[in-house]
């Protein structure tokens, strides 16, 4: 399986303030996933982000608040812009692992983002 | 579009007792189903999955699920469950979405054991 690393694990911000998410995967990789776990909830899908175009939002969602960079097939960043406490959550990349008998997603360790 | 409904949100057991988390999926045609676990101050980690064949899955940790087509069911269970089964379930379905298959999870269900 891929392994990712994901930073920072934590942080306290601002509102109105933004904070990127780094993911670096070891191997490369077509697409990453951006979740979302907001506080006693599941996991909820925010975009798809595949390397060489814009990335694909789900209902809800959208670019200006959550831009997303995919420069080349091994990272990818999201930035949760113009923070609100509302955005207090933990948010998770993910990476379809290859087809075959290992084929699932990994997850990244989570950034913990708390907004006061 | 495919979905995935978990009915169980908090469960109670005590040490060596028998554990089922239902797990429901809406029908889609091809079904590729998840458990994946959460332990406390920890990240997602697969238990098991199902893509095809044998519908008895058998995954990490003495955790094992049953693919049930007629009834569009992915239980999972365990025979004896332990203090250190004591974490976060969520049950996912891979969803064909935009051009991609993406994995969608339901609600998750909080299991507490009891020593």
């Known amino acids: 399986s891929a392994v990712i690393s994901q930073k920072p694990s934590r942080d306290i911000c601002q509102r109105g303030t933004s904070l990127t998410i780094q993911c670096q995967v070891d191997s490369q990789v077509t697409m990453m996933f951006w979740y979302r776990q907001q506080p006693g909830q599941s996991l909820t899908l925010i975009a798809t982000a595949n390397q060489g175009s814009e990335a694909t939002y789900e209902s809800g969602f959208v670019i200006d608040k959550f831009p997303i960079s995919r420069p080349n097939l091994t990272f990818s960043t999201l930035t949760v812009s113009n923070m609100s406490p509302e955005d207090s959550s933990i948010y998770l990349c993910?990476?379809?692992?290859?087809?075959?008998?290992?084929?699932?997603?990994?997850f990244g360790s989570g950034t913990r983002l708390t907004v006061v | 579009a495919q979905s995935v409904s978990q009915h169980n949100h908090h469960v109670i057991l005590s040490e060596a007792a028998s554990l089922e988390l239902g797990c429901n999926y809406s029908y889609g045609g091809t079904v590729n189903l998840f458990w994946y676990v959460q332990y406390p101050g920890q990240h997602l980690q697969l238990l098991l999955k199902?893509?095809?064949?044998?519908?008895l899955v058998k995954g990490i940790k003495g955790f094992e699920a049953e693919f049930i087509k007629s009834k569009f069911s992915f239980n999972l269970r365990k025979p004896s469950v332990q203090w250190s089964d004591t974490a976060e379930y969520f049950c996912?379905?891979?969803?064909?979405?935009?051009?991609?298959?993406?994995?969608?999870f339901g609600a998750g269900t909080r299991l507490a054991v009891h020593p």
């Open positions: 993910s990476v379809p692992t290859p087809r075959g008998s290992n084929y699932g997603y990994t």
């Open positions: 996912a379905v891979i969803r064909f979405s935009g051009g991609y298959n993406k994995l969608i």
């Open positions: 199902y893509f095809s064949g044998d519908p």
